[in-house]
């Protein structure tokens, strides 16, 4: 069974900066993509960032683009979102969202449980 465990949310104002940190654990083999989203209130989950096959391929939505940065430490099968800039149309629910290969090569594709962004103005 893989896990994702996601930290590093809080509360922060306008401009500031927050790190967020999503760890995968369990029966990995590898992983082929991770990624950020985020969901504010009344609105559909939406794609934040992503980095693919740990090689370092990044992809970054529009809003995210100038401000966040993806990063991806594969020994430790972890992945990182450091938020500059933040403004208050940022505040939401960040999940880490990856998918790979298990130990019997099934592929998984798991959700973490989110970690909450609150900017104020």
């Known amino acids: 069974q893989v896990q994702l465990v996601e930290s590093g949310g809080g509360m922060v104002q306008s401009g500031g900066s927050l790190r967020l940190s999503c760890a995968a654990s369990g029966s990995i083999v590898s992983i082929n993509t991770m990624a950020w989203y985020r969901q504010a209130p009344g609105k559909q989950r939406e794609l934040v960032a992503s980095?693919?096959?740990?090689?370092?391929?990044?992809y970054y939505a529009d809003a995210a683009k100038g401000r966040f940065t993806i990063s991806g430490d594969n020994a430790k099968n972890t992945v990182y979102l450091q938020l500059n800039s933040l403004k208050p149309e940022d505040t939401a629910v960040y999940y880490c969202?990856?998918?790979?290969?298990?130990?019997?090569?099934?592929?998984?594709?798991?959700w973490g449980q989110g970690t909450q962004v609150t900017v104020s103005s």
């Open positions: 969202h990856a998918d790979g290969t298990d130990a019997n090569y099934r592929h998984w594709d798991h």
């Open positions: 980095i693919i096959d740990g090689r370092g391929n990044t």
